[in-house]
């Protein structure tokens, strides 16, 4: 899939050192979200999005793209060729558009001491990053999405691969300590975090979890 056009907005910090950028994805007629986080004066990406050149130069030199899984490649072999960084995509993963430089696999540590932590659902090769920092941090990428005033929602199962893996892929990172949940389509929970969470499945499974 190719880019989406236009450019992501920099909204700005989530929490100290690590931030989002949003666009009306176009291929998706919908929001995207990417993510930014520092660490040791480094920059890593996540599923990252087109952005400006000049909110890339804010932010400090990038050192690597991490990818949650080959649904999210966006705007990552671009980033690559321009600022000569390493791509890191999810063991298993089909579909790239182009060779990634690194392999991992679950609890592997990524750039930027991320944690790999694997969340099939969407497709086998679907990956979650938790950040122990603030309180902890967890980009969710397909899992949830946030609705806006109807709060979290899974993604319809048309478009997973296997929705009740999704759900327990869910239920599982309520395991981890962790205050800020970052989706790949919709605004950061910050607050009350696992309570949304729980309110998410709760409604889903009043609705039969489809």
């Known amino acids: 899939m190719p880019e989406p056009s236009g450019t992501a907005k920099l909204v700005g910090e989530i929490l100290p050192g690590v931030y989002r950028f949003t666009i009306h994805d176009d291929r998706i007629d919908s929001e995207s979200d990417s993510y930014a986080i520092i660490e040791h004066g480094k920059v890593i990406l996540i599923d990252p999005l087109p952005m400006a050149e000049k909110d890339l130069k804010k932010l400090g030199p990038v050192e690597a793209v991490c990818l949650t ?11 690559r060729r321009e600022l000569n960084v390493p791509v890191y995509a999810p063991q298993g993963g089909v579909d790239f558009e182009e060779t990634p430089d690194r392999w991992y696999k679950a609890h592997d540590r990524l750039p930027g001491n991320l944690l790999a932590v694997h969340t099939p659902g969407p497709t086998e090769a679907h990956y979650s990053f938790y950040l122990e920092r603030e309180g902890g941090v967890v980009f969710c ?18 478009y997973q691969d296997e929705p009740a893996r999704t759900r327990e892929s869910v239920r599982q990172l309520l395991e981890l300590q962790f205050k800020v949940l970052c989706p790949n389509h919709g605004k950061p929970v910050t607050r009350r975090t696992k309570e ?4 998410a499945l709760e409604k889903d499974a009043a609705r039969g979890g489809k």
């Open 196 to 199: 949304a969470i729980n309110r």
């Open 141 to 158: 990428a397909d899992l949830l999405t946030n609705a806006g005033r109807e709060g979290l929602a899974f993604v319809s199962g048309e």
């Open 69 to 79: 899984g080959s649904c999210h490649e966006r705007s990552a072999w671009r980033y």
